[in-house]
């Protein structure tokens, strides 16, 4: 009783000091982050001052939009498409997704839900309850992850709370982020070059995906109200 007690409080002040962390670095760094990479001109010139370093700092700091959900993402692919390329860009926003859904993954093992709903309401997670489904886990969960426009930050910390293997997540997590990163830094590197048919196509297509995804969602999450309804 006395250890269970004990592990509970060092839980309990673990948590505490990862949601103070997350505030400092949400007011600290996370805004002026996105502001700096929306700077594209300054971006350009710190990755050619930086060189493979640039790399690995970029990275971080898609690692850290990961873990702390509040950070916007989409700023950081435009960034790295336009200054990148596409290619390059993607990549690098895929090895820092795969890093961030890692310790997202282990931090909710570790603190449960408490940990979600310290970003997310109760409705929203209550809302992916269908993928504690065995059945459909792994098919739901790549669906949701494939198609833009389907709520990935709350899917990448609800992921924690079902039976899915830790490897099996971030294959899905990282495989599935693929159409709509390479969306974002494809059609950033058609801006700064200035092919302006291209970026329009590919906007169109990312809107209809994301019409698309937004549909998937509504129709899986409207089934699990109906099933409560009945």
Not at 40 to 52: M, Y
Not at 188 to 217: E, K, M, N, R, W
């Amino acid at each position: 009783m006395q250890t269970d007690k004990r592990k509970k409080i060092l839980a309990l002040a673990l948590l505490a000091l990862f949601i103070a962390v997350s505030a400092v670095i949400v007011v600290r760094v996370g805004r002026p982050m996105t502001q700096w990479v929306e700077d594209i001109d300054s971006f350009r010139a710190w990755v050619d001052a930086h060189g493979w370093r640039s790399r690995v700092i970029f990275m971080a700091m898609v690692c850290l939009q990961v873990v702390v959900a509040v950070i916007p993402g989409e700023p950081l692919e435009m960034a790295a498409g336009y200054v990148f390329g596409a290619v390059e860009g993607t990549l690098l926003c895929l090895g820092g997704i795969a890093a961030g859904s890692l310790i997202v993954f282990g931090l909710v093992r570790a603190f449960g839900r408490r940990l979600v709903e310290l970003f997310f309401s109760k409705e929203k997670i209550d809302s992916l309850k269908i993928l504690r489904n065995p059945k459909r886990l792994y098919t739901v969960t790549a669906v949701l992850m494939i198609l833009p426009g389907t709520p990935k930050d709350l899917l990448t910390y609800c992921a924690g709370l079902t039976k899915i293997p830790l490897g099996a997540w971030l294959l899905i997590s990282t495989l599935g982020r693929i159409p709509s990163v390479v969306t974002s830094t494809l059609c950033a590197q058609a801006l700064g070059s200035g092919d302006y048919l291209t970026a329009a196509i590919v906007f169109g297509v990312t809107a209809l995906l994301c019409g698309a995804g937004l549909f998937v969602y509504g129709k899986i999450t409207g089934k699990r109200h109906e099933g409560e309804a009945k």
